[in-house]
């Protein structure tokens, strides 16, 4: 059984920063798309960052210039640096990996900015 394990979430004031990361147990990280989703109260789940096998990286529109996602293969994990933090970011995050196919989830962290 595939498990993400999501860390770094909590308060932050309005243009602070914040790092997620995302730790896979999984032997095939490497070859796995990994992505930061979010969803904030009454909304719909949205991509903010993917980061590909081969390191291609797309973000949504909101978050371009002050969100950067990475990957470390050798400690199976992906990371969501966050940037100039807007109220707006408030949301729970989640990390998905897909690999073969199939889609894991973790269990989400909570990101909540203030004003």
């Known amino acids: 059984q595939v498990q993400l394990v999501e860390s770094g979430g909590g308060l932050v004031q309005a243009g602070g920063s914040l790092r997620l990361s995302c730790a896979a147990s999984?032997?095939?990280?490497?070859?796995?798309?990994m992505g930061w989703y979010r969803q904030a109260p009454g909304k719909q789940r949205e991509l903010v960052a993917s980061?590909?096998?081969?390191?291609?990286?797309n973000y949504t529109d909101s978050v371009k210039g002050r969100f950067t996602i990475s990957r470390d293969n050798a400690k199976k994990t992906v990371y969501l640096q966050m940037n100039s933090l807007k109220p707006e970011d408030t949301a729970v995050y989640y990390c998905?990996?897909?690999?073969?196919?199939?889609?894991?989830w973790g269990q989400g962290t909570q990101v909540t900015v203030s004003s």
């Open positions: 980061i590909s096998s081969r390191l291609s990286t």
């Open positions: 999984i032997t095939i990280f490497s070859i796995s798309a």
């Open positions: 998905r990996l897909t690999v073969w196919d199939r889609d894991y």
